[in-house]
């Protein structure tokens, strides 16, 4: 029963930050890689980040803006977003994958507007 329950999203104006949250259970959390996906209307889901155990890599398009962190003793990871821009707009996701299974929250709306 793995569980992922994305948190923290909202209207924020460009230039703005805002830090996206996701909460897991049902396995061992420490052990796997979690990753941030975005999806606008009219466009592919699209990885933004991903963290393993010892790595971080992301998206060009948010490289040197975003930054991925988790904390394995609260089961949860974090996606700090600054400098946000109108593009960034997006239904965020959370992603875990355990074995040949993939996983995903409710997702979270990230507005970005003057």
């Known amino acids: 029963q793995v569980q992922l329950v994305e948190s923290g999203g909202g209207l924020v104006q460009p230039g703005g930050s805002l830090r996206l949250s996701c909460a897991a259970s049902?396995?061992?959390?420490?052990?796997?890689?979690m990753s941030w996906y975005r999806q606008t209307p009219g466009k592919e889901r699209e990885l933004v980040a991903r963290?393993?155990?010892?790595?971080?890599n992301y998206a060009d398009s948010v490289k040197g803006r975003f930054t991925i962190s988790r904390d394995n003793a609260k089961k949860t990871v974090y996606l700090q977003m600054n400098s946000l821009k109108p593009e960034d707009t997006a239904v965020y996701y959370c992603?875990?994958?355990?074995?040949?299974?993939?996983?995903w929250g409710q997702g979270t709306q990230v507005t970005v507007s003057s």
């Open positions: 963290i393993t155990t010892v790595v971080t």
């Open positions: 992603n875990a994958r355990i074995l040949f299974n993939e996983y």
């Open positions: 049902g396995f061992t959390f420490s052990s796997h890689g």
